[in-house]
Structures are given as structure tokens and as C-alpha cells.
């Protein structure tokens, strides 16, 4: 089944992975939205960052799920942006993606059925 997460990024400049090779690289609520969803939709971001790891063999494969019919929705509201993301990905590994991603600046304010 699947989950509506809406999802804030109180300052998009600052919302950046603790490490630029996993970062969100775009400006914009709608390039935010293409980069999160392309990150739900395959399993590219993982990749690279299981590659990373001391151990990748050692990383749950669970951590890798994807959901092709994901989408994300982005809107500009003043300073911050909304992203709304519909996926069938666990919770746990779409926290995951957007540490990754976003860092710390992101919000997870509200989930719900889709």
C-alpha cells in the first residue's frame, strides 16, 4: 500500500547531505522533488552509498528498496519548500534517502494513506 509523506525543508540552501556525493545537488522545489524521486524510484543513491561503506557487504539489503511508480510533488511556500512523496519504500529507508540527501533540514510533517 501505499504512503503519503509530506515532507519540509525549512531552508532548501542549507538542506545538504552531510557528504556533497550524496547531497541533493539541485535549487528549486521542483529539481528537489525530480532528485528525491529519481532517489525512491531506483536504486542509484543506494549504490553509490553502499559502495561507500567500509563494508558493503555488511549493509542491509533492505536499505536498497525502490519503488518505480513513486512520485514526488514539490512547492515553493515563501522561504521553505513542500515536497509530498508517494511510495510504497518503507519509512525507515525514505529517512534514510533524505539524511542522505537532506541532512538534518528536512521535516517529516505529516504521513498518510495515498
Known sequence: MAIRYHI???NPDTARGDDPAFAFRS???KALAEE???ALRGDTLFQ??????EDPDDVDPA????DPAATVEGSQH???????AVTNIPGGVLRHRLRLLAG???ELR???AA
Open 8 to 10: 519540509t525543508l525549512r
Open 27 to 29: 535549487h528549486g522545489a
Open 36 to 38: 528525491l524521486q529519481d
Open 48 to 53: 553509490r552509498w553502499r559502495g561507500a561503506q
Open 63 to 66: 536499505l536498497g528498496a525502490k
Open 78 to 84: 515563501d522561504l521553505h519548500i513542500d515536497l509530498i
Open 104 to 106: 538534518n533540514g528536512w
Open 110 to 112: 505529516d504521513v498518510s
